[in-house]
């Protein structure tokens, strides 16, 4: 099992940045795969993006070219960096790991506010 914390998030323009961060304690994270969540009021939650332990990234068509994921091992930290924020991106977001031959996310963090205003 994998402890996942999350940080990062606040209050920001539309237009404006953030980076979130996820820290992991545990064993053999950097076998996992990577999945930031994001869950908005009266919404189902959603996988935004995605890193696997090669590197290999995947993006919700909302967020391409706005989002970047990446991570650090030796950390044990994953990045999600945000830009050209809009107000639809307002969520709690979530970190969460999984196997590559698992199907579903397994271990998740306690998320992180994320609001743009307009």
């Known amino acids: 099992q994998v402890h996942l914390v999350e940080s990062g998030g606040g209050l920001v323009q539309a237009g404006g940045s953030l980076r979130l961060s996820c820290v992991a304690s545990g064993s053999a994270f950097s076998r996992k795969v990577i999945g930031w969540h994001r869950q908005a009021p009266g919404k189902q939650r959603e996988l935004v993006a995605a890193?696997?332990?090669?590197?290999?990234?995947g993006y919700a068509d909302s967020v391409k070219g706005r989002f970047t994921i990446s991570r650090d091992d030796a950390k044990n930290t994953v990045y999600l960096q945000m830009n050209s924020l809009k107000p639809e991106d307002t969520a709690v977001y979530y970190c969460?790991?999984?196997?590559?031959?698992?199907?579903?996310?397994?271990?998740w963090g306690q998320g992180t506010q994320v609001t743009v205003s307009s």
């Open positions: 969460a790991t999984k196997s590559l031959s698992s199907y579903e996310y397994d271990s």
């Open positions: 890193i696997t332990s090669g590197g290999n990234t």
